[in-house]
């Protein structure tokens, strides 16, 4: 059990329901937002755009989720509208990553740090990852400084890390192939199991469903089945095995429907899990009407079926487990 002091463990209680589950809405997404609203309103990307869609995300869906993650370059404006019982995460790391060189290297907002995260109010940094286990070790070796570093800048503020987890495979260029579907397993398993190690000074993990959805039988459409539902069951049960840190599921670009089956599966499988942290999951069918229509529009949709999605996740979360117990308080 890894042990937390209470600062920390008073900025996770901020984050989470009273039964220590965090349902959290994210809303970080910078580059891919920008294109996704400029696409919808058939016209080029603005600065304006994108920080209104994240104040009208926060102020019309925070009442219903326990935590809202958001990024410092355009979702400050929305950390002012949240609910005042919904805590914040901000993102530290820049959008995207180095295209210049192999390996998908992170780096930090450069007029961000772990003190300025905190004096925003926030009660976490999250950093974003992309990992492949099986990549050079040389690639990998510097991941892991990266993110120790991260780790220590949380610890000296007294913060806690939510370290977002997404795996690709360094060979395959298609994430959402058949090819990659078959080894998705092994690569999430392996990366949490890398980072559940003590010296990244990580609090939680953001990981993600060990397993894709789009070929899972009754889930696979056109595509053909890679896993059975017992498979997809026992996967995420593996997955809770391999570490003893809290962690969340993020959505990772799924339907509603289908990041809520994910979860009932993650139940049925007695899975430890310990929340999510979902985003377009909940929110971006509003895109279409708050960009091509008005943010009127927009803000209708998130009041009616984006809070029918968020309450429907909530009602899904029952078979979450307190993160209270993995963390010792100190």
């Avoid at 559940?196 to 894709?212: A, H, Q, R």
């Avoid at 899972?216 to 593996?238: M, P, W």
């Avoid at 007695?270 to 009127?296: D, H, M, Q, Y």
Wanted: charged share 30%.
């Amino acid at each position: 059990m890894k042990t937390i002091y209470s600062e920390v463990a008073k900025h996770m209680g901020n984050l989470s329901n009273d039964n220590g589950v965090i349902s959290a809405l994210s809303i970080d997404q910078r580059g891919s937002l920008k294109k996704m609203l400029a696409a919808a309103a058939n016209k080029p990307a603005d600065e304006t755009t994108i920080v209104d869609f994240k104040k009208a995300i926060s102020s019309e869906l925070t009442p219903y989720a326990s935590a809202i993650l958001t990024d410092p370059e355009y979702g400050l404006p929305a950390t002012k509208v949240r609910d005042k019982n919904c805590g914040l995460l901000l993102s530290y790391e820049k959008t995207g990553y180095d295209t210049t060189e192999p390996g998908r290297m992170p780096d930090l907002i450069e007029n961000q740090s772990g003190l300025r995260i905190k004096d925003e109010g926030a009660d976490a940094i999250k950093f974003l990852l992309y990992y492949d286990p099986d990549e050079s070790k040389e690639i990998n070796d510097k991941k892991h400084a990266f993110v120790e570093r991260v780790g220590a800048e949380a610890k000296a503020n007294g913060l806690p890390l939510f370290l977002e987890l997404v795996t690709y495979d360094a060979n395959i260029s298609d994430a959402k192939s058949e090819e990659y579907a078959k080894i998705k397993p092994d690569k999430v398993m392996k990366t949490m199991r890398e980072f559940s190690k003590p010296e990244y000074g990580v609090t939680v993990l953001k990981v993600e469903v060990p397993f894709n959805i789009e070929f899972v039988d009754g889930f696979n459409g056109n595509n053909d089945v890679v896993y059975s539902r017992d498979e997809a069951k026992k996967l995420l049960k593996k997955q809770s095995d391999v570490t003893d840190l809290p962690y969340i599921f993020l959505s990772a670009g799924v339907t509603s429907k289908e990041f809520i089956a994910e979860i009932k599966m993650a139940e049925d499988a007695n899975a430890n899990f310990n929340g999510v942290l979902c985003g377009r999951a909940t929110w971006k069918p509003s895109i279409k009407p708050f960009a091509a229509e008005s943010e009127a529009a927009g803000r209708k949709w998130l009041s009616t079926q984006g809070k029918q999605n968020i309450e429907n996740l909530n009602v899904a979360l029952k078979g979450a487990k307190s993160w209270k117990d993995k963390l010792e308080i100190k």
